[in-house]
């Protein structure tokens, strides 16, 4: 890859000394084609086609209108979900295009190297060590980030990020170039083009481990789950978590699976890691997109996890995490 930069046009001088840097985001491609939105359990808040139970089957980016008729998106109105007031407009992302999603949840070494490089003027409103946040600097719930002599530095650079809020979340999103996803990217980045299964978690199936796990090289790059059940589904939960208590690092289900199956890895149909599991994932709304001026947007369009009635067993997780089409965040802290 060869990067070129015209730092005339932003002011640099051609003697200035100056200290570049490059970071890097693993991603994951998913492409154009239809899918299915909700899983055909007809359970309150999910997804479904018209009045029915049936899976609703998105085929097409163009505008969606949202009715009990045959043949139109629709689904309940939740508290914390969307208000059915349709049409959903063209230019709201919808997953039937291709996209680009991040393979793993953002490390804390990732949000670190975002946070050493904002203006001090910046830093107090993205301090997770800060009062209402994390609140030290210590380790707590597998978070060792800490700020301290004007640098931030981290204990558990592998490990996801949490204690971040929505805010923070956005501008480490405006600052990788990314944005955050749908509610309907992320069942297309879990399921694929397939059939829905009744009740199924992001690696295909209903089928999930409920054993306490126990960690090899804990807190380390090469944290493993020392026993993890083959041809299992395997996820962090408050069943499998026992004493760890903090998301598991990036990566670590696929790296312990001893049959390297889908289930195993925790994986979603295009390879995507923890989309069931770890962290919740907080999708975009209409205003994350800028469109206000637009008719039809429903209020919220949160992902599984964090509204409209839990709409999947896709999205059974416990830290609340802002996950994008580039992707990433976690929220709070402790189990919940």
Not at 34 to 44: K, P
Not at 61 to 77: F, K, N, P, Q, R
Not at 150 to 179: E, K
Request: glycine letters at 14%; proline letters at 7%; aromatic letters at 12%.
């Amino acid at each position: 890859m060869r990067l070129a930069w015209d730092f005339a046009a932003d002011g640099v001088p051609k003697d200035a000394l100056l200290e570049v840097k490059v970071f890097a985001v693993e991603m994951v491609y998913v492409p154009q084609g239809a899918f299915y939105l909700g899983d055909g359990r007809g359970d309150f808040g999910q997804f479904r086609s018209g009045g029915s139970t049936t899976p609703y089957h998105l085929t097409t980016e163009d505008a969606l209108s949202v009715t009990d008729a045959a043949g139109s998106l629709y689904y309940d109105i939740t508290t914390n979900g969307g208000d059915r007031s349709g049409p959903i407009p063209q230019p709201f992302p919808k997953g039937f295009g291709a996209f680009y999603c991040m393979k793993y949840e953002v490390s804390q070494e990732q949000w670190v190297d975002f946070f050493n490089t904002l203006p001090d003027s910046y830093r107090a409103n993205h301090d997770i060590t800060a009062p209402g946040r994390k609140g030290s600097d210590e380790l707590v719930n597998r978070n060792g980030v800490s700020f301290t002599g004007g640098i931030a530095t981290t204990t558990r650079p592998a490990v996801p990020v949490n204690f971040v809020s929505q805010a923070n979340g956005l501008a480490y999103l405006d600052w990788a170039g990314l944005r955050p996803m749908t509610e309907l990217e992320y069942e297309k980045a879990s399921r694929g083009p397939v059939y829905p299964v009744a009740g199924e978690y992001a690696w295909g199936s209903t089928d999930y481990a409920t054993s306490p796990y126990t960690l090899t090289d804990a807190g380390t790059e090469d944290e493993r789950i020392a026993n993890l059940a083959p041809e299992r589904g395997h996820h962090s939960s408050r069943d499998t978590d026992g004493s760890i208590e903090g998301p598991l690092r990036c990566g670590s289900f696929s790296a312990s699976a001893p049959g390297y199956l889908r289930e195993e890895a925790g994986g979603s149909y295009y390879g995507i890691m923890e989309l069931s599991g770890n962290l919740w994932e907080r999708g975009g709304d209409r205003r994350q997109f800028q469109r206000p001026q637009l008719p039809g947007y429903p209020r919220r369009w949160h992902t599984l996890a964090t509204g409209s009635g839990q709409r999947s067993p896709l999205a059974r997780r416990r830290f609340a995490r802002l996950r994008t089409a580039g992707r990433g965040l976690g929220e709070r802290g402790s189990n919940g």
